[in-house]
């Protein structure tokens, strides 16, 4: 597979032979990425993707020359323009980045000073890059802001990164990376975290910007939709060597390699659910794992676990010396909806819709202001503060980060037994013996409890939240965003355990996600959320197979294909963020009607 022919008279941007990258690990140098060869012509996008652990992001890091030189060793040949990277020296390699070589990282919250304006430092690239002055460098900072869909770019040129949501922060990026006009753009995953809407943005941007400046792109990603929708040609990463290669359009009508085979068969396909009632099993990237989960056969129960009913919560934005109230937040506006024993009911929307605060406000994790919450026989929000942790044994929460969940100092074991021990149901060696079980039923073995949470990926650590969820019984689990950032091998196997997990104790779930294609295989029922109140709701079948409202319609139509025959369409999706949810102290907002659009099928009347 590494064997290429050059065209001498158009040489690529990027001419990539031969690259191996090692890790000091226990005193040997254990590879990563093993001699892989490959090229980017100019103009031209080439994608690389496979699963975490692949070498992709390794990939990327060593052209960049990002890695901890005393950690790390890289060889082979890394030529940009005709300039081998590997052998500049520090000085003439920090010259190269930024100005012929940029790259755009996942998390672009990580990457931005947080202490300064989102303005300055995208000035500050091209002061480092150029010969320009600090008002030239503003003016063409806010001219970058425009080209990436930032609306008053110029107003907006002293606001910092927490003042904007994470679609716009990585539009922020983009304009940063195209700055001093590179001739290659690195994206490693910018899209992963993002919402379907937001995604989608993204990508039409980065077509039109490639257009109009004709700069290379290597996209690094897992999500093969997204491949198909960007790609011309794609490279596929196993275990740190490129196993296939070829133009976008060929791999995935024909793929030769059984891994590239498997990985777009795991890809959850919008509409694959047509006709079907119940949620479906996920096919799975990799066969040794198939009989880890049961066939799923099963029909929610009538017995009802939560109703809510009219919910609203607010957040008061505070300003000026004396701390007053100058806003509120309508977070959640007169939600309301019910589940039942063995069903999943999933909410859906963009960032910032409300999904989450709705989650946390019906386990009081924030206060609501309004409504009513039952849970298991709780009336939730009359509850004095100090019985709350009794509630809290009957739904228990699932975070879309498990690492941020656990406590880096304590073991597995401690984290895991805590729920069970703090709600009194046994004694220390019951808990060891139930957690060891769990364990076991999430696919992990009872020996792992006595490691600490770096010590796994993040598809174990999620498994491991699972079952410290499990560990005091509860009849509701509100899973918020818990796949959103797997790769599709182990979203799939954290979905089938969920729907296992379902079948076998018969839970209840709040699905939280903004993934379409998930929701659809995962749900019973749906509401589709915005600003803070359902736009609709209804079973998984009515809402998908006839969504009346044009929200609903627009999330769907964003959704990445893998099918490349679309790579030159648009969806022309609005780059317009959501609507400020910040209302005036004294506003009241409207009582919203909703009418029926079929059985159990409800649309708000705009």
Known sequence: MNSLTRDADNPPVLAVTNLTTSFLINEAW????????????????????????SGKSVTSLSIMRLLDAAKSKTVGSV???????????????????????????????????????????????????????????????????????????????????????????????????????????????????????????????????????????????????????????????????????????????KPRHRYSRALLSAVPRLGAMTGKPSPAHFPLLHAEAANTVAPYHHTPRPTKVLE?????????VRSGFFNRVAGVVHAVQDVTFDIHEGETLSLVGESGCGK?????????????????????????????????????????????????SFNPRLRIETAVCEPFLEHALGTKNQAREKAATLMERVGLSPDMLRRYPHEFSGGQRQRISIARALMVDPKLIVADECVSALDVSIKAQVCNLLLELQQSYNLAFLFISHDMAVVERMSHRVAVMRLGEIMEIGTRQAVFENPHHEYTRTLMSAVPVPDPTRRRQRRDLSTEELKNPIRLPDYSAPKRQYRSVGQDHLVIVD
């Open 79 to 253: 030529v940009l323009e005709g300039k081998e990277l590997l052998s500049l020296g520090e000085e003439d390699m920090r010259r190269t980045r930024g100005r012929k070589l940029a790259m755009i990282f996942q998390e672009p919250m990580t990457s931005l000073n947080p202490i300064f304006p989102i303005g300055r430092q995208i000035s500050e690239a091209m002061l480092c890059h150029g010969d320009m002055s600090p008002s030239a460098a503003k003016e063409e900072a806010i001219r970058l802001l425009e080209k990436v869909r930032i609306a008053n770019a110029a107003n907006r040129y002293d606001e910092f990164p927490h003042q904007f949501s994470g679609g716009m922060r990585q539009r922020v990026m983009i304009a940063m990376a195209l700055a001093a006009k590179p001739r290659l753009l690195i994206a490693d995953e910018p899209t992963t975290a993002l919402d379907v809407t937001v995604q989608g943005q993204i990508l039409d941007l980065m077509r039109i910007l490639q257009e109009e400046s004709g700069t290379s792109i290597l996209f690094i990603t897992h999500d093969m939709g997204v491949v198909a929708e960007i790609a011309d040609k794609t490279l596929v990463m196993y275990k740190g060597q490129i196993v296939e290669e070829g133009p976008s359009s060929e791999l995935f009508a």
């Open 356 to 404: 989450s605060t709705t989650g946390r406000s019906i386990l009081r994790m924030v206060e609501p202001i309004a409504g009513a919450v039952t849970l298991d026989g709780y009336d939730v929000l009359r509850l004095e503060r100090h019985k709350t942790r009794t509630m809290r044994r009957s739904a228990q929460m699932i975070f879309q980060d498990p690492f941020a």
């Open 30 to 53: 254990c590879p990563v990425v093993k001699g892989i060869s490959f090229d980017v012509p100019r103009g031209q996008t080439v994608a690389i993707v496979g699963e975490s652990g």
């Open 308 to 316: 809510v009913k009219n919910l609203v919560t607010r957040f008061a």
